[in-house]
Every structure is written in C-alpha cells, then in structure tokens.
C-alpha cells in the first residue's frame, strides 16, 4: 500500500468523486515504495510576475523511479479543433482548460520550486506528466498533438495503476536521458514542499515551566490547517483536548497580523487569556477573553454597567456584557479584520454575534472558531453557521499515551484521536477519605525522588482557590498559591486552580482532587478537562471506593 498524505480523505479534501476514486485506487494499489500527495499546492513568486499559486490534483513519487504530476477530469470529456470542453449528461458543453497543458504548466511549475529548495539541488531529476479519466474509455488515437495516448490513463488503465504508471514513465524516458531519478534526497525534498512538518517554538504554561521551551511539531493535518485552508474565511475547526487548536489559533493570528491585519483573539478562560498574552506579544493581535472584551470596549465609551454586591447574577454575563459590546461598536466602529474564537464551545450563540460586529466586514473578514464539545463546562450552547467548512483535528499532540487512553474513556465524538506521544507512565489512583494529606504526600514524593519542580505541578479540584479545603490546609513545605507570578519565585509555591478556571492550559503533572463535589451534570465533561491538562503525568485523588 503507498503511503498516501493525507492519510485519509475528508469530505473537505476533495472537489470531485473522480480524485476519491482516483486517491482510493492509487493508495490501495500503488506498492509501499510509493508516495502520494493530493491536492498539492504552494505558492511561487517570480520577481517581475510577483506571487502565484499552483495546485495538482496528485503528485506521485518513487525515489528510485520518477516524480509524477497527475491531473484527473471525470464526466464527459471532449476536445474540438484544440479546444476542451467538458460534457454534461444533458450534452451542454462547457469550456475547460486543456488538461494535458495544465499538467504540463504544473509539471514545470513544481521543478522550478523544487530546485529552490533544499536538498533537490540543481541536478536533472525525473519529473514527468499524465492525465486521468476514471470514468472514461479512451480508445488508441491521440485526443490532441499534446495528448499522446501513452500519457492518458482512463477507467480500463486504472484496474492495474502500477502497469499504467509504468507505460506513462516508459513514454517519458529516453535511450539517452540524462535525467535521474529523485532519490531519497530528492523524495524528502518533496515531501518537505508539499507535506511539511511544521515546528513551532513556544514557550511551556507559564513560569511555573521554569521558562523550558519545547518544540512542538504539528501533524501533517495541522500543517495543512496552516497551509492549504489559510485563506478560508469560515472555519470551524474541532479538535480533542491536547490537538494543538489554541496554539494554531494564536499562530494564524500572528500570520494574520503579520499581513497587516487587526486581528482579534478571544478565548473564554482569563487564565488562558493571561497566559497567551504574556508568551504571544504580536503588534496587531488583541488577545482577550469574552467578557473582559465587553468590560474592556465598554468602558472606552463610558457606557455604566449595572452594579452588584457580590457576585452578578447570570444575566449580567449573559446578556447585559454583550449588548454593551454591540452597544459599544455603535459608537467606536469597526475594530477589526479578522477573528479567532477558542474555547468556542463555551461562548453562546448571540455572543458570536457581537463578536462578529467588531468587524469590518461581517461578511469577508476571516473568522475561525476552534472547539471541542467535550469540554463544555457551562450552560452556554453556541450554533455554528452553516457557512462555516469543518476542519477535523485528530492527533493528541499534547498528552502522554498513558494519560490519553485515560481521557478518551470520557471523549464523546465521530472520529477517535491518534496520539503521538511517547507511552508515559499509568495515570495514579488514590481511594481516601484525608484528600489533603493524600495530596501532600504526593506532591512531596513527586518533587523529592522524582525531582519534578513544583512550578511543574498544578493541584486541580473542583472548587476555586478560596473554597478549596486542599489549598486552604496543604500541610508542610508546600505554599498553594492562586498567583502565577509566584512560581518563578524561590519557595514551593503549588499553583491551585479550579478546573474550569485551568481548562485551555497545560502542566506537566497535575494532581486531580475535591471531585465529589463536582455537580453530576458536567462532571464527564470536568474530568475529561482535568486529565487532560496533564501533558506528562496525572495522579488522582478521589473519596473512597464504594463497596460492592
């Protein structure tokens, strides 16, 4: 089986039933030796034309044999005097390009890119052409002078793509051609171009990391997020906790700003909002979480918010901060031209709406919303619009093996994320009635034999700070603090936190406690939050079993 990128196709990948079928057959057929890229593209720039795109619909490559750029046309096909028409089932003609030359043009147009990048050098390399019909009969006689036969592979050729592959390279070569096959070099050249690896340093959670910095390379599906749908104006993109959906978020912002772009980034947690302000400082990108942006605006224009003793009621968070948001709009005008929304699935629907209404453009502007259903702490219910393209994000690039096989017993959805981590050890449980001291000991045994620093560890519980029974009576050396200034501090501070109040963040060790508190409504949704905070290791401390 050739190894094909992407791996899997969805309903997004492809544009006609003729490349599935095309992709299906050339995966399943094509030997392991192979390689095949669907829709490939990049852009090129040339100093006099400027900037251009190009995109085949495969590129397929054996490094011992040749590359092949491969355009597929299904339905009807029909060429006139040079001219190509495309033939609907009715018999109306419609004029198309000329297959045969689009591949050609891309054929070039991919060696030329290829000779700029590195490790494909300057050297002859075998880069041919061919065009597919899969749905079609081609009898022997040529369509066009630049369409022989032996290039053309239709429905009766793709029962054996090896044997049709090999009489389109055998047309190509010469008795006395000079050019070479691409070799590994030269394939992971290739691959580099039109399948990259993407790595982005970012800095760890915040100082209790100790300012370690980590590389952390995306999957081929999330540099294809970055890559080939950029330019999409709606996207939803849905991802499992630990797919990378914040930081890619916060990298398209920073390319978006880049271009000149006021971009707006809104999360819902202050503690994420904190924490991506403090590590992604980019002239032209507005990090906020919702309702801070409603106090933030409202205030430019002085418009009074009603007052509370103690808490608000729920309207005020609901409804009274959005309106003002709208509100203020009204008065300020447009603030931005882009919009990226994480954390999405805790914001309501009419709280996108004012969200939107920053805009210069409600219609064009670029807004991408980044979610998982699986971590819908709160009541709020945000409808996505139907113009919005889905993206599926389905690795856990974040967590330990160990620490996903425990997250995915709580994740609810279609598609089952990979995890590419290394196997991690198995998740701690700890049955006690004395959760404090339970904790305690084993914060002291994580940062004494097993030389974890404390900044390196967050105690998660169902309760905030204040009403937490563990942060309030930790016992020993250890400080629980609700402040992340002071885990870069000399002392062993224990950051504490809620879990709601964690959730967008990361640790490498988090100590889950209180949990029989957390109401029966979202306790799933909590606990899968939680654990999946933990990058590396996660120990959890519960009431005692129940006897059977």
Not at 204 to 228: C, G, N, P, V
Not at 388 to 402: E, G, I, K, S, W
Not at 418 to 439: N, S
Request: charge should be negative; charged fraction near 30%; proline fraction near 5%.
């Amino acid at each position: 089986m050739a190894r094909a990128y992407p791996r899997t196709l969805l309903d997004a990948d492809v544009k006609t039933d003729s490349e599935r079928k095309v992709f299906e057959l050339l995966e399943a057929s094509l030997p392991e030796e192979w390689e095949v890229f669907h829709s490939s593209s990049w852009v090129a720039r040339d100093p006099a034309e400027g900037a251009d795109s190009h995109e085949i619909d495969f590129v397929l490559c054996r490094p011992d044999e040749a590359v092949l750029c491969l355009e597929v046309k299904g339905g009807g096909i029909e060429c006139r005097h040079g001219e190509w028409f495309r033939v609907a089932p009715g018999g109306k003609r419609e004029r198309i390009k000329d297959p045969f030359q689009q591949a050609l043009d891309n054929r070039f147009a991919l060696e030329r890119q290829l000779q700029q990048t590195a490790g494909w050098g300057k050297t002859r390399r075998m880069i041919v052409h061919a065009v597919a019909f899969p749905y079609l009969t081609i009898h022997q006689l040529a369509l066009a002078p630049d369409a022989p036969r032996e290039i053309l592979i239709d429905r009766h050729d793709l029962e054996d793509p090896t044997e049709a592959i090999e009489k389109v390279l055998a047309y190509h070569r010469g008795a006395r051609d000079k050019r070479r096959a691409p070799g590994d070099d030269g394939a992971a050249a290739l691959r580099e171009l039109l399948a990259p690896t993407i790595s982005i340093r970012v800095p760890m959670a915040a100082q209790f990391l100790a300012e370690e910095e980590a590389l952390i390379h995306l999957t081929h599906d999330q540099s294809r997020l970055l890559t080939h749908v950029r330019h999409a104006d709606r996207l939803v993109v849905r991802g499992c906790a630990g797919s990378g959906k914040t930081m890619l978020g916060v990298e398209h912002g920073r390319r978006l700003a880049s271009e000149g772009k006021r971009v707006l980034f809104v999360c819902f947690n202050r503690a994420l909002r904190d924490h991506l302000r403090a590590t992604s400082r980019v002239d032209g990108l507005d990090i906020h979480n919702f309702h801070g942006l409603c106090f933030h605006l409202a205030s430019r224009c002085g418009i009074k918010l009603s007052k509370h003793d103690g808490d608000p009621p729920p309207e005020f968070w609901n409804e009274e901060l959005p309106d003002a948001l709208v509100e203020a709009i009204d008065i300020l005008g447009d603030q931005y031209d882009a919009l990226i929304v994480d954390e999405a699935q805790d914001l309501a629907t009419h709280w996108l709406t004012a969200l939107m209404a920053t805009l210069a453009d409600e219609r064009e502007n670029p807004v991408w919303l980044f979610m998982d259903d699986n971590q819908r702490v709160y009541e709020t219910q945000l409808e996505v619009p139907r113009e919005f393209q889905p993206f599926d994000l389905t690795v856990n690039c974040r967590n330990t093996q160990a620490v996903h096989r425990e997250v995915m017993k709580l994740y609810e959805g279609d598609i089952a994320p990979e995890v590419k981590g290394p196997e991690g050890r198995a998740v701690e449980l700890h049955h006690t009635q004395d959760a404090t001291t339970t904790v305690a000991g084993a914060i002291s045994r994580l940062c004494g034999e097993e030389e974890v620093a404390p900044q390196d560890i967050v105690v998660l519980s169902s309760h905030g700070f204040a009403n937490s029974t563990v942060a309030q009576t930790l016992p020993g050396e250890w400080r629980p603090t609700d402040e992340r200034g002071k885990l870069g501090k000399l002392g062993n501070y224990i950051y504490c936190s809620s879990i709601r109040a964690f959730k967008g963040l990361e640790s490498p060790v988090v100590v889950l406690c209180e949990l029989e508190d957390i109401d029966d409504m979202t306790i799933n949704q909590q606990l899968y939050v939680a654990i999946s905070r933990a990058r590396n290791h996660c120990v959890i401390v519960a009431p005692p079993a129940a006897e059977e």
